[in-house]
């Protein structure tokens, strides 16, 4: 009774039960990220507005006011999360979906490349993963050339790509995806080789036992194993793809994407267009790894595997 007397004002309180979720520390993370991005905006903004206010011949300004102006800047060094927000709002509410001018569609033509980028290199790295698992030859042969692929910079094998594939008469869709390609295949291809060889000596000695064939082995242990560490790497490429299609759009001078709306905005100093681009950015981004936590769960409760 007396324990349970101490307990219940603690279980009463709902800061502490908001706090002992993930909800309470997520929403005291973003108000830090939004408290610092509000106090960089006006430092690094100060400056350029300070300039304003000397040719204009205006005198002492009050520091509230030089606070709200530096948040309020047509061009700032640093735009301030309100600003983000609403050109984000304007270029996807109020803008049609179809129009060159409307963030969604310009995400949609990015995500196209992503997700044919992260299908190709999935499927890939599966193959690759398999061949490696299975072969000898193929583990001493082909894993180093895998990792010492993404050694090589992505900004300056990108363009490499776009000038190959347009000579040979390939442009539009595929060379972007084959960009996204080359960065989401790695993760697959580790984690499924980690995964496919995760299997313990006694379950494989335990196959031996059964006369299994190889074909069994893997479809009845190797790859039950190698579903978690596939879905955990999935997430990697999926990130890693997105960034691959935002950075193929660069060197093509494309006109739609997002990476062709960070290109713009640099072109004119539409810093406020490039924070709203790259914010987009990373909403897809989650959203996408999202779904593929969700599908993960799905499958991975149907194996049993989870609860």
């Known amino acids: 009774m007396i324990n349970t007397a101490l307990a219940s004002p603690r279980s009463t309180n709902p800061f502490a039960g908001l706090m002992s979720g993930t909800t309470g520390p997520v929403i005291v993370v973003v108000c830090a990220i939004l408290a610092i991005w509000y106090i960089s905006a006006v430092i690094l903004n100060t400056p350029f507005q300070k300039e304003m206010y000397e040719r204009a011949?205006?005198?002492d300004v009050?520091?509230?006011q030089l606070v709200t102006d530096t948040l309020a800047q047509e061009r700032p060094v640093l735009p301030a999360p309100h600003q983000v927000a609403q050109e984000i709002w304007k270029t996807t509410v109020e803008k049609k979906v179809t129009s060159k001018r409307s963030l969604v569609y310009h995400t949609g033509i990015t995500l196209s490349s992503t997700l044919l980028g992260f299908l190709i290199g999935t499927t890939l790295g599966i193959l690759l993963a398999v061949g490696i698992v299975h072969s000898r030859v193929l583990d001493k042969s082909m894993m180093p050339w895998v990792i010492s692929s993404q050694t090589i910079p992505i900004l300056a094998i990108a363009p490499m790509i776009i000038v190959v594939l347009?000579?040979?008469?390939?442009?539009g869709l595929l060379p972007k995806a084959m960009i996204s390609t080359y960065l989401s295949f790695f993760p697959v291809t580790v984690g499924m080789v980690k995964g496919l060889r995760s299997p313990e000596v006694i379950h494989m000695d335990l196959m031996h036992t059964?006369?299994?064939t190889r074909?069994?082995?893997f479809w009845k242990l190797r790859l039950p194993y190698a579903v978690p560490y596939l879905f955990t790497s999935m997430k990697i490429g999926m990130a890693a793809s997105l960034v691959g299609a935002i950075v193929g759009e660069l060197p093509t001078g494309a006109v739609a994407g997002l990476g062709a709306r960070l290109l713009a905005g640099s072109y004119y100093g539409q810093t406020v267009q490039i924070w709203s681009a790259l914010l987009m950015a990373a909403f897809l981004a989650g959203a996408l790894v999202a779904l593929i936590g969700v599908m993960e769960k799905v499958v991975l409760k149907k194996m049993g595997m989870a609860q």
């Open 57 to 59: 011949n205006r005198g």
């Open 62 to 64: 009050p520091v509230s």
């Open 166 to 171: 347009n000579a040979v008469g390939i442009s």
């Open 210 to 212: 059964y006369s299994a």
């Open 215 to 217: 074909w069994q082995t």
